[in-house]
């Protein structure tokens, strides 16, 4: 069987999206209860951070360590990913030894070649091209704050700001869902046009819809979920004063560029937020914020994600199995004694 991986929502369908975020709020219902299913006992996670997160580390570890797994944090400098050892290396090796590997890296290059070695599944927790663990979250997190009257593919997301790794996969996966999506930017950090083409391929099949236009007001005028992120990344520190200069004030999330949304418009974003930059404060901790209500769902997220990819592949012995080779190693030992 063909090991599948998570390096993009593009790569599945509609019906998938949607049994994997089913699968999220079974999980979450039975967290709530205290009820978490030990479905990855005994299984293993690496996970290779190029770049330091909170939410993706503290997420995957603790999400394994409920499902009765255990994971393994490796760092820049621990191991020696593309510089000693090739990244094909690494990843046959870490496939014999674990059940599944998350690879937060700098270039999506990196995961992907990881991917065509590995022989588990590849899980990506974000690349300088996407983060698609982030927008399952983010869509899971729709799902919870529905309009009254709507379903997910009834929904209006816009979202404001730059063409980050987090826009690229939101634009990709509410069009797979059938959505209708806006990125308002300056035309110069709007979304780039091959990742508008995919998403126009993709509304051709879910019957969503996607717009780029450069007036945040025009944007959010019918939006049920507005969304911002940072203005700049790694590498990008030297372009800070000219893309403040070309965000500032026009595409800052403001209460008064709240207030031309629907009322019932909700505030989202995927953390670290730079407050007082891409949106104050007073809208980061308004009522219409669920930024932390995102924040917690990456757990339950990275939960769904695990027990979907890594469950198929779990080998079940019998008891009857497991207590012959635990008679035949402990008989063998009390010899020996």
């Known amino acids: 069987m063909t090991t599948k991986h998570f390096i993009g929502v593009q790569d599945f369908t509609k019906e998938e999206l949607l049994d994997m975020l089913h699968t999220i709020k079974m999980i979450k219902d039975a967290d709530k209860q205290g009820c978490t299913p ?9 996970m290779i951070f190029e770049e330091p997160s909170t939410r993706t580390r503290v997420s995957f570890e ?21 510089v000693r050892e090739s990244i094909g290396d690494t990843a046959q090796v870490l496939s014999r030894m674990t059940d599944v590997v998350m690879i937060r890296a700098l270039k999506h290059h ?23 663990t982030q927008v399952v979250c983010d869509v899971f997190t729709m799902s919870e704050h529905l309009p009254a009257g709507k379903s997910l593919s009834d929904l209006n997301v816009t979202f ?8 690229s996969s939101l634009m990709f996966i509410c069009t797979k869902l059938g959505m209708n999506f806006t990125h308002a930017a300056p035309k110069k950090y ?16 879910s019957g969503g819809t996607v717009r780029v236009t450069d007036d945040p007001v025009e944007a959010v ?8 992120d940072l203005w700049w990344w790694v590498d990008q520190e030297d372009e800070i ?27 989202m974003h995927c953390l670290p937020a730079s407050r007082g930059v891409e949106a104050t404060d ?3 901790d308004s009522p219409q914020s669920i930024i932390f209500d995102q924040a917690e769902n990456r757990l339950h997220t990275e939960k769904g994600l695990l027990v979907w990819f890594v469950y198929p592949n779990l080998k079940r012995p019998s008891q009857a199995l497991q207590a012959y080779h635990q008679g035949k190693i402990e008989a063998f030992l009390n010899e020996k004694r």
């Not at 603790?62 to 797994?69: I, R």
């Not at 065509?116 to 590849?122: D, H, I, K, Q």
């Not at 000219?242 to 505030?267: G, H, I």
Request: glycine share 6%; proline share 6%; aromatic share 8%.
């Open 38 to 46: 030990k479905l990855l006992d005994g299984a293993s996670l690496a």
């Open 282 to 284: 007073e809208v980061l």
């Open 241 to 267: 004063p000219e893309r403040r200069a070309a965000f500032m004030p026009n595409y800052q999330v403001t209460m008064d560029l709240l207030s031309k949304a629907p009322a019932n418009c909700k505030v």
């Open 110 to 132: 990196t995961v992907t070649s990881f991917a065509e070695y590995a022989t588990v599944p590849v899980i990506n927790g974000l690349t300088d091209f996407n983060h698609p």
């Open 62 to 82: 603790v999400a394994m360590t409920e499902l009765g797994g255990h994971a393994l944090y490796l760092k820049p400098g621990e191991i020696h990913l593309g």
């Open 160 to 167: 404001v700001g730059d063409a980050t790794n987090v826009l």
């Open 221 to 228: 005028k019918n939006a049920d979920f507005v969304y911002t």
């Open 190 to 205: 709007q979304a780039k046009p091959d990742w508008l083409k995919m998403a126009e391929e993709n509304c051709k099949v």
